[in-house]
């Protein structure tokens, strides 16, 4: 006791007279305005669920972890959220390592009924078996800098930490479908809390009778007779107050400090849920595997880092459309080529064919060997078409000689053969046969006749 004392760091009356003295004058010892806040900076680690708080001199470290285990009889739907403070006598002489003082206790509670009270974390997303197995959320706050106001970082860095957390997904398998399987980062993405609201807390200082300063430091907590801290989120929803020292309060200056206190939820609202999606957008290009070293990034200039590599990856995706295309188009035109080839190959063919055809009924008529003449008479009688009067036997025997001694023209023109063709089929019809040769019997008497009258 003697020990601490001695290190308790006491304020001299000329200091006090002077901080009383300048806030009267609405000026603050570090030049701020009675109700402004001190630079608030917000830093994560690489781990999830660690962050770093500095507000002015204040320095606070937090980490929050999770473990499986039994829920409450009384609860069994629901996980467990728990806050744990450590003061460091490297943050101020006062404070004794070991056993947990008064004002970390209190600062631990502040923090909880703010968290738990509000329900700002949904426990029963933490529920895993029924009754069995619940998560259990650990808040872990590490004061390492007393600058004053240590209530207000110290909620800053659990809301950031608790916003970036992530607990490791897990299945039920086994034979009775009740064993829990545990899944590594590797394998499964973790899962994120989920949180409705962020509880803000913002401190005021009371000082002599009507003084009240927003965010006091070390100093002005040591002049302070009271203070009070209000928890309220950035609908304006008050979570909770806690009232602390001797000073008394009226109730006009107690709604005053809630319309100033839901000012200043807002505004760190949003700085905290700036920083949060930035740490995210970081997380998830660090989670991108580069194939290139031309994705390569400079790790100096977070901001600039994902519109760099959105840009590479939207150059990478547009080379593959265009290459994609112009494959599509080759194939295409190699279908097309080989076609059109195909198409020509007949067209030559075709061509050849006609080129050998000589126009003579031995390449098409079926019916120049091995044709009947009587069955032929007979169908041709039935039908009632006039039969011509040819030996068709010697007229086969005749073609099959002509076709034979004839020789196909390979360098004739389609429509040249075809008239060709056609004067030959003429010729061959106007032909006479050896019966046509033989002279009738009336020109004979009329050729001796004329003899005879010569004589």
Not at 220 to 234: C, F, I, K, Y
Not at 256 to 271: F, M, N, P, W, Y
Request: charged share 30%; hydrophobic share 35%.
């Amino acid at each position: 006791m003697e020990q601490r004392l001695g290190n308790t760091w006491r304020m001299t009356v000329n200091e006090k007279k002077f901080i009383e003295s300048a806030l009267e004058s609405e000026l603050r010892i570090d030049g701020r305005r009675p109700f402004d806040y001190r630079t608030l900076t917000i830093k994560f680690a690489r781990e999830d669920g660690s962050s770093e708080v500095q507000l002015g001199q204040t320095h606070v470290m937090s980490f929050v972890t999770s473990q499986l285990v039994q829920p409450y009889r009384d609860r069994p739907n629901e996980g467990t959220l728990s806050v744990f403070t450590e003061f460091s006598p490297m943050a101020d002489p006062s404070f004794e390592a070991g056993r947990p003082s008064e004002s970390a206790v209190e600062l631990g509670r502040i923090i909880d009924r703010g968290l738990r009270e509000s329900r700002a974390v949904d426990t029963e997303s933490l529920c895993v078996v029924s009754g069995k197995w619940v998560w259990s959320i650990r808040l872990d706050l590490h004061i390492l800098d007393n600058g004053g106001n240590l209530v207000d970082a110290a909620n800053i860095a659990a809301l950031a930490a608790l916003l970036t957390f992530r607990r490791p997904e897990c299945t039920l398998g086994g034979d009775d479908g009740q064993e829990v399987i545990l899944h590594p980062p590797e394998v499964r993405e973790p899962l994120p809390l989920i949180i409705h609201h962020l509880p803000i807390a913002v401190t005021f200082a009371f000082i002599g009778e009507e003084l009240m300063v927003i965010d006091p430091t070390h100093h002005e907590e040591a002049v302070m007779g009271g203070r009070m801290s209000v928890t309220l989120n950035a609908n304006g929803d008050v979570c909770a107050i806690q009232k602390a020292g001797g000073h008394g309060v009226m109730q006009g200056v107690v709604m005053q400090c809630l319309r100033i206190a839901s000012v200043k939820a807002g505004d760190i609202t949003s700085k905290i849920k700036t920083v949060v999606e930035s740490y995210k957008t970081e997380r998830a290009l660090r989670m991108v595997k580069r194939h290139a070293p031309s994705n390569a990034v400079d790790v100096n200039e977070p901001d600039q880092k994902s519109s760099v590599f959105l840009f590479h990856l939207i150059n990478d995706k547009a080379k593959q459309i265009l290459e994609g295309q112009k494959l599509k188009s080759e194939e295409c035109s190699v279908s097309q080529s080989d076609d059109m080839d195909v198409e020509q190959d007949r067209i030559n063919k075709r061509s050849k064919k006609n080129r050998s055809f000589t126009g003579g009924p031995s390449s098409w008529d079926p019916y120049s060997e091995g044709v009947n003449t009587d069955e032929l008479e007979a169908t041709l009688a039935s039908r009632g078409s006039v039969a011509v009067p040819m030996n068709l036997d010697n007229l086969g025997d005749n073609i099959r000689d002509e076709t034979k001694s004839d020789e196909p023209l390979s360098d004739v023109n389609p429509l040249s053969s075809s008239t060709d063709t056609a004067g030959k089929e003429m010729s061959i019809s106007r032909e006479k046969t050896l019966q046509d040769a033989v002279k009738p019997k009336n020109k004979r008497k009329k050729k001796k006749s004329s003899k005879i009258a010569a004589v």
